[in-house]
């Protein structure tokens, strides 16, 4: 399958520590007299960047940062556009690339009461992504993303009060519906027989 128009051609998928360690290095270079939304702005063209030169990993990070200020700013994305810059923003071709790639096996899930530690490789991704990802999985006929998609809805009700990323979810899958809606409706009108 090719990547739609401006998703970059997938090289890597660095591991949320890898990102979260560079991330950290890049704010701590910034200079301390820029304003937040200065510094949120050149961390956020970081990642970009890498993300843009292959590397998935840090679109992880860019699609969350876009819901977390996109949630800061009430929804707005144009204030979040004015944050990150003009052709920045994550849309729905970039988040659902990233969620077809994500390897499902290395997502670090905690169960109640574990206080392990994730491995080094592991991916730790807020639930809300968790949930693009089976939802994108279980699309494409994968049993086991549909069994913990099931599940993971199961509980959905009552952690949605509490969790003001899940609209973003919720979101994902009305666009993963008209998606495939679209895929499936014949293309050009019938012709007169």
């Keep these: ?5 401006g998703v970059p051609a997938f090289k890597e998928f660095s591991a949320s520590m890898r990102v979260d360690l560079l991330v950290s290095d890049w704010r701590a270079a910034l200079v301390p007299e820029l304003s937040h939304e200065e510094k ?18 840090f679109g992880l990070w860019c699609w969350h940062e876009c ?15 004015r944050v990150i810059g003009a052709g920045h923003y994550l849309g729905f071709s970039h988040r659902k690339a990233l969620a077809e790639k994500v390897p499902i096996d290395k997502i670090y899930r905690p169960r109640k009461g574990d206080m392990s530690t994730p491995r080094t490789d592991a991916f ?29 809805l199961g509980e959905l009700e009552e952690r949605r009060r509490a969790d003001p990323f899940l609209k973003h979810f919720e979101t994902f899958r009305r666009l993963l519906d008209r998606a495939d809606k ?4 014949p293309s050009g009108s019938p012709s007169p027989a």
């Design 1 to 5: 399958m090719t990547d739609p128009p």
């Design 40 to 57: 949120e702005g050149r961390l956020y063209a970081e990642a970009w960047q890498a993300y843009l030169d292959g590397d998935y990993g």
């Design 182 to 185: 679209a895929a499936a409706a």
């Design 124 to 152: 730790v991704l807020p639930h809300y992504q968790v949930l693009c990802v089976y939802a994108v999985r279980a699309r494409q006929n994968d049993p086991k993303a549909k069994a913990q998609l099931e599940i993971a």
């Design 67 to 81: 819901d977390r200020l996109t949630n800061a700013f009430g929804g707005s994305v144009k204030e979040v556009t």
